[in-house]
């Protein structure tokens, strides 16, 4: 499939793989787009995708601006961002940053919510704001390993080690309860190595079965497609937020906008 060929693999699509090969081969083969419905969840992605605005233009050094009848929810979480990552004299603040790497034929890319350089170390920022504060699968989940690698991998853009790369999630529903990961040069060659066999492995399937895992199915865009069924909302009395993958739902919600 020459599209795979070609193609930018960003941590959304690696996740969408990784959790449903069919999923994948709908979004990133087919081409296929399917709306969001209204409801809870959609609610709270809009929540989420103001609040990383307001972020982008504080770290840009602009003036976030709230809107007079906004959620008050927001103007407090930018107040707590601020008070718990105030902006310091002589570190540099790369707001919604793209980075991309190829290697050979492998190609990577990654939009950072925030990286900061200065010091002894280069620290990357990623803001949750779903439920429950960042949870310990983050630790080696497709997004830390593709970010730190790639942010490790950029040296004419980004000069770092890998001693010195950190990742932060921090969610400002949870402001006290960050999660903090530490990256090492053995670390980045074993991301190395995930990520090539990964994405060969992707490139090389002719099947693309669907998942078994119901919960897996519970707010993918392709539910109606596979089951005749539309996406859960708030109606659904047993509602997990934090069983929702923002990340992925972000993606489907920019559809058009030139997303990977």
Request: net charge negative.
């Amino acid at each position: 499939m020459e599209n795979l060929n070609n193609m930018w693999f960003s941590q959304a699509s690696l996740s969408a793989w990784l959790k449903c090969p069919l999923k994948f081969k709908y979004r990133y083969i087919d081409g296929l787009y399917w709306p969001l419905p209204s409801g809870k969840a959609l609610q709270n992605l809009e929540t989420g995708r103001k609040f990383h605005l307001l972020a982008q233009a504080h770290f840009s050094g602009r003036t976030p601006q709230l809107p007079p009848k906004e959620d008050p929810e927001l103007g407090s979480w930018l107040k707590q961002l601020q008070k718990w990552l105030p902006m310091e004299e002589g570190r540099e603040y790369l707001s919604e940053y793209e980075l991309r790497v190829q290697n050979d034929d492998l190609r990577l890319l990654a939009k950072y919510d925030l990286i900061v350089c200065g010091g002894d170390e280069v620290v990357v920022y990623d803001w949750k704001t779903n439920v429950k504060p960042p949870a310990k699968h983050l630790l080696s989940s497709p997004q830390t390993r593709l970010y730190l690698y790639l942010l490790c991998s950029v040296p004419q853009q980004v000069a770092v080690k890998q001693h010195q790369a950190v990742m932060k999630y921090w969610n400002p529903r949870h402001p006290d309860q960050p999660l903090t990961i530490q990256y090492s040069e053995k670390q980045w060659q074993e991301d190395g190595k995930w990520l090539r066999e990964l994405i060969d492995n992707i490139r090389s399937g002719t099947v693309f079965p669907a998942t078994t895992d119901e919960k897996q199915c519970r707010y993918c865009e392709y539910r109606p497609v596979c089951q005749g069924r539309g996406l859960e909302d708030e109606s659904e009395l047993d509602l997990d937020l934090d069983s929702v993958d923002w990340d992925e739902i972000e993606e489907i919600s920019l559809q058009g906008a030139g997303v990977p």
